[in-house]
């Protein structure tokens, strides 16, 4: 059996990646699926406010 088996791969700088840092944080994941569709569904909306033709 080699060594390195059930061994997490050594990076040199020791630094954690960005993405696994976002997904491992279970509030930011949280806060970020409530702000994505708010936001949206907020655009979305003034885009079809804006639509609509003014009464004569």
């Known amino acids: ?4 088996e ?6 040199g700088d020791g ?3 960005f993405m696994q ?4 944080n279970p509030f930011l994941l949280l806060f970020l699926g ?3 569709p708010t936001v949206f569904y907020l655009l ?3 885009m ?3 639509q609509i033709p003014v009464a004569p």
């Open 1 to 4: 059996m080699p060594e390195s």
């Open 6 to 11: 059930g061994k997490p791969p050594v990076e």
């Open 15 to 17: 630094r954690v990646p």
């Open 21 to 24: 840092r976002l997904l491992d």
């Open 34 to 36: 409530i702000l994505v």
């Open 44 to 46: 979305w909306g003034i």
């Open 48 to 50: 079809e406010i804006v």
